[in-house]
């Protein structure tokens, strides 16, 4: 038996050591099709940092591995991973090849790889500053709408009669999309931020208060019959018995809720505010500038996906009895 377990051990082994290696040969495959195909029309040579690019991603890779060695979890996270590593290579090298080897799509709708990277290294402090704007106004639309969203849901939750009188309205409300305010929100709002605040704040509060409501409305009678026999008033029944109960439906109500504020900023930046990332996309597009625009989008996926990631984290601590049950 030891024997065949070692042998597995082994195989499983090599197996890791051959994933290990694709990320560095879809390397090596566009560095070399970048360096020696010629590029495509009479274009001028222009130095580039998209190899530099390339070699610094390929020499952090080979840290990792060399690390990973020393540290089991890591070189299995790495094994596992390593598929897609080498994906993101051949990705960025048929990017190229489409690009400026073949020019398959017509400039300037779809810049090859290197413009784009030159927008971070020539435009990183609009990039930037535009980039600050767009959290604080997230966040700040983001924590106001889940708040006020949170306080309507457990209302028309636990009361009947606040339900009776405010299901209505969010019934009228709720399916109207936050974008569609914009005309509104920029009339009755003193400023452009103000306004803008408002519309994400609003894309937050219809998700999270249903999801709040039913999450309190679903809450078995047993939880509160058990809390009551032992002298349980209503304070402690709802923060204590109704609250902890539903939080797993609230955190889906903020996870939809952040993914609507996503949209509801953007669209509100590029109509409305003077800065910002959608205002970014708006202003490059006026001239023409697509690299600047797959330039923010890129940040816009990494620092999206990043926010909605620490909000998984907080819900697995928060729900530790249901962590792995949604995953990101």
């Known amino acids: 038996m030891s024997k065949i377990a070692d042998a597995q051990i082994l195989q499983a082994g090599k197996k890791a050591n051959v994933l290990l290696v694709f990320p560095v040969v879809t390397f090596a495959i566009a560095l070399l099709m970048h360096l020696v195909l010629p590029d495509a029309g009479d274009t001028l040579a222009r130095p580039s940092a998209y190899p530099a690019f390339l070699a610094i991603l390929i020499l952090l890779y080979l840290l990792c591995v060399a690390v990973a060695f020393a540290v089991p979890k890591l070189l299995s996270f790495l094994s596992q991973r390593a598929p897609i590593f080498a994906a993101v290579f051949l990705v960025l090298a048929l990017w190229d090849l489409a690009t400026l080897k073949l020019r398959l799509v017509p400039l300037p709708f779809f810049p090859e790889p290197g413009r784009v990277l030159a927008v971070y290294l020539n435009d990183w402090e609009v990039l930037g500053t535009s980039l600050f704007h767009s959290l604080r106004l997230q966040f700040t639309g983001y924590f106001i709408g889940a708040a006020f969203g949170l306080v309507a849901g457990i209302g028309i939750g636990w009361s009947k009669k606040v339900g009776y009188w ?157 962590k792995g049950v949604v995953k990101w």
């Open 166 to 322: 405010f299901t209505p309205l969010v019934k009228m409300l709720g399916p109207i999309p936050a974008t569609a305010w914009i005309p509104v929100a920029l009339t009755v709002f003193p400023t452009s931020f103000s306004a803008s605040v408002f519309l994400v704040a609003l894309a937050v509060w219809f998700p999270v208060t249903i999801m709040s409501s039913s999450g309190i409305a679903g809450v078995p009678n047993a939880y509160f019959d058990v809390a009551r026999t032992l002298g349980a008033d209503n304070r402690f029944l709802i923060f204590k018995v109704a609250i902890p109960a539903a939080l797993p439906l609230i955190f889906i109500g903020l996870f939809m809720g952040l993914t609507t504020s996503f949209l509801a900023l953007i669209v509100a930046e590029m109509l409305g505010v003077k800065a910002g990332l959608g205002w970014y996309i708006s202003w490059a597009q006026s001239w023409a500038e697509y690299d600047k625009v797959y330039a923010v989008l890129i940040i816009i996926s990494f620092v999206f996906s990043n926010l909605i990631t620490i909000l998984f984290k907080i819900r697995d601590r928060v729900l530790i009895w249901q």
